[in-house]
T-cell receptor, first 112, second 114 residues
Framework: SQQGEEDPQALSIQEGENATMNCSYK?????LQWYRQNSGRGLVHLIL?????REKHSGRLRVTLDTSKKSSSLLITASRAADTASYFC????????????FGDGTTLTVKP | GAGVSQTPSNKVTEKGKYVELRCDPI?????LYWYRQSLGQGPEFLIY????????DSGLPNDRFFAVRPEGSVSTLKIQRTERGDSAVYLC????????????FGPGTRLTVL
């Protein structure tokens, strides 16, 4: 079973709106990553945030990390139809382990 | 440069058969991961290699599953006596090292056990 939880499970918005997805976890981590997946195949890495960082930006993406609440959020601004995909957070099980846990993802639909 | 590649892209087999799934990681990446993903769920960790050795195989569901990486590059995931419940997309990923590095994923192999 997965140790992370993402919410919402599904999100439907209009093009141009912002989309926010949240991830909660239960263990101590040294980094957390967000991935995107189209059509149930390979995942694409979006952004990595380390435990000593609170916020990170990449283009239209903004990721926050609150280690006190064991939660992270991914914000996509000015969404486009091409952003339609599933988004997953992932983090190492132990602080120095290669083993990562993925949440069950948020399915985002952006309507043109 | 080339990304992570996986072959075959699709594999249909009958219950009880043996299958091998191959992963070619990005050149120079020492860490390699196998995941399994069922419909509507996130990837589930199976095994992680650092170089030639399996650093963590705690995700392998049972002894029918085995993976090797004999030369520290290409890896093969082997499933014996396949069962219908093994049907899933098997994803491989590689990274520069095992920690604090982004993982680069292959397109996956969709395994269907009839």
């Amino acid at each position: 079973s997965q140790q992370g939880e993402e919410d919402p499970q599904a999100l439907s918005i209009q093009e141009g709106e912002n989309a926010t997805m949240n991830c909660s976890y239960k263990t101590s981590i040294n980094n957390l990553q967000w991935y995107r997946q189209n059509s149930g195949r390979g995942l694409v890495h979006l952004i990595l945030i380390r435990s000593n960082e609170r916020e990170k930006h990449s283009g239209r993406l903004r990721v926050t990390l609150d280690t006190s609440k064991k939660s992270s959020s991914l914000l996509i601004t000015a969404s486009r139809a091409a952003d339609t995909a599933s988004y997953f957070c992932a983090y190492p099980i132990n602080t120095n382990a290669g083993k990562s846990t993925f949440g069950d993802g948020t399915t985002l639909t952006v309507k043109p | 440069g080339a990304g992570v590649s996986q072959t075959p892209s699709n594999k249909v087999t009958e219950k009880g058969k043996y299958v091998e799934l191959r992963c070619d990681p990005i050149s120079g990446h020492t860490a390699l991961y196998w995941y399994r993903q069922s419909l509507g769920q996130g990837p589930e960790f199976l095994i992680y290699f650092q170089g030639t050795g399996a650093a963590d195989d705690s995700g392998l569901p049972n002894d029918r599953f085995f993976a090797v990486r004999p030369e520290g590059s290409v890896s093969t995931l082997k499933i014996q006596r396949t069962e219908r419940g093994d049907s899933a997309v098997y994803l491989c990923a590689s990274s520069l090292s095992g920690t604090n590095n982004e993982q680069f994923f292959g397109p996956g192999t969709r395994l269907t056990v009839l």
